[in-house]
């Protein structure tokens, strides 16, 4: 760029140059640094973001186009179609259909170009995406043979990208948890003895090693790659419609695997919570039998019931109904998923998030039902699998499910056997004299 010739031809005084930098230090800031600082243009600069992603997707999805459209025109548009049943049904399609997933997926893409957004609303929509995605991807992955493995490059990229995304953000640490010492004093005790002032003492556990980056997706970090994305959803679990914490306990409860009898066994602990309105036992007694392989289905030598699959879905729809739990969630858990390997580094973040569904006070009775039904299946396949990390946590929450279930039924007996009138209040009744004669 060139300077302007006077400049360079007349040299200024000491004085006019004094009041030159004066004048020019009270000047004010660019109008780039006002508008980005202002929040009607970046609230504006957002929406239209949103609004360019969404109509853009409406020329994909095999529809006219109107729902996503008219989506598109509110003053949240990424917002709307989080809690847009009707857009639901129709992205979750098109993510099942058994074409999607491969590198020339315009969905797949679509998701990918979508997350690449500097935007927090438009992440948070691909991520609520992330179950019903992660769940396709590896119930094909685990069920397909290596020679007719379809091309599931679509995926891999969007679960690639958020994964980048978390080793950005961890800049190389692993995740940490403070385990409390019980021998040092808190806000809830004091420790009998005189705690030792040494805090090199204090443990700290490791949820998650650091992240390497990954270029593409290996056999030998899927578990980690998918593990890593669901803590990213992990993080914005609270702000995720239902619809897509559903999709995820029923997934969940698919990759356990439906085929144990033992998903119950800690419900059975209280023998009298079992027992039914004519005063018979509902199956709690038969679970104990199959489970030694007396009942009247064949068993093969692995120990695995052949002949009574049909028998152990009813009995846990009985176990179910009995802790108030919908009958229907419990019949349609096979409708999504197959059952999967499940690595520590996949199964920690899946117990974390049915936490939350389990007790997240915003969560909805048909999500706490389902996660209900996704951690006794969990809890079956690690027992049998012998993973004590993943025995402890999920015995915890399903001890807390009964205890939960079990107050909220009480709370609903103390009100159902309340007085009509709240205000009103009831005398007390006179004690009974009986007169007797001598």
């Excluded at 300077?3 to 800031?29: C, G, I, L, M």
């Excluded at 239209?48 to 999805?61: A, D, F, G, N, T």
């Excluded at 129709?90 to 020339?104: K, R, Y």
């Excluded at 990208?161 to 806000?187: M, N, T």
Aim: proline fraction near 8%; include cysteine.
């Amino acid at each position: 760029m060139d300077f302007p010739n006077n400049h360079s031809t007349n040299s200024p005084s000491p004085s006019s140059s004094s009041s030159t930098s004066s004048s020019t230090a009270r000047q004010p800031p660019p109008s780039t640094t006002t508008t980005d600082s202002d929040p009607m243009h970046s609230w504006w600069e957002s929406v239209s973001k949103q609004r360019s992603r969404i109509l853009s997707l409406s020329y994909l999805l095999p529809s006219d186009g109107t729902t996503l459209s008219s989506l598109a025109d509110s003053d949240r548009p990424a917002l709307s179609l989080l809690s847009s049943p009707a857009a639901y049904s129709l992205i979750s399609s098109a993510l099942s259909s058994p074409t999607s997933g491969s590198g020339s997926d315009p969905l797949c893409q679509w998701l990918y170009e979508t997350f690449q957004s500097s935007d927090p609303h438009l992440r948070l929509l691909v991520l609520s995406f992330l179950p019903l995605l992660s769940g396709t991807y590896l119930s094909r992955i685990h069920t397909s043979d290596s020679s007719s493995l379809p091309s599931l490059s679509g995926f891999e990229a969007v679960l690639l990208a958020v994964y980048s995304s978390e080793v950005k953000s961890r800049s190389g640490k692993p995740l940490l948890v403070q385990i409390p010492d019980l021998s040092q004093p808190s806000l809830y005790h004091a420790p009998r003895n005189k705690p030792a002032d040494d805090r090199s003492r204090q443990s700290v556990g490791v949820l998650s090693p650091p992240l390497e980056p990954l270029l593409a997706v290996k056999s030998t970090k899927r578990a980690v790659i998918v593990g890593t994305g669901l803590d990213c959803y992990y993080k914005q679990v609270f702000q995720m419609p239902a619809w897509s914490k559903l999709d995820f306990c029923t997934f969940a409860a698919a990759w356990a695997g439906q085929d144990c009898p033992c998903r119950t066994k800690l419900d059975g602990d209280d023998h009298d919570h079992y027992k039914s309105g004519n005063g018979n036992s509902n199956g709690h007694d038969h679970f104990f039998m199959k489970d030694s392989g007396l009942s009247n289905g064949r068993r093969s030598r692995d120990g695995d019931d052949v002949g009574s699959e049909d028998d152990v879905i009813k009995d846990v729809v009985v176990e179910m109904d009995n802790l108030g739990i919908n009958k229907e969630d419990a019949e349609n858990l096979e409708k999504k998923g197959v059952r999967i390997p499940l690595p520590w580094e996949l199964l920690r973040p899946v117990v974390t998030i049915l936490g939350h569904c389990l007790f997240g006070p915003s969560n909805s009775q048909d999500v706490k039902d389902a996660a209900s039904i996704a951690i006794r299946c969990l809890y079956a396949r690690a027992s049998h699998d012998l993973a004590p990390q993943a025995i402890l946590a999920l015995q915890s929450l399903i001890r807390l499910d009964k205890s939960a279930r079990a107050a909220a039924k009480a709370a609903a007996t103390v009100v159902a056997n309340a007085p009509s009138n709240a205000n009103t209040p009831s005398k007390a009744k006179k004690p009974e004299i009986l007169l007797v004669s001598k």
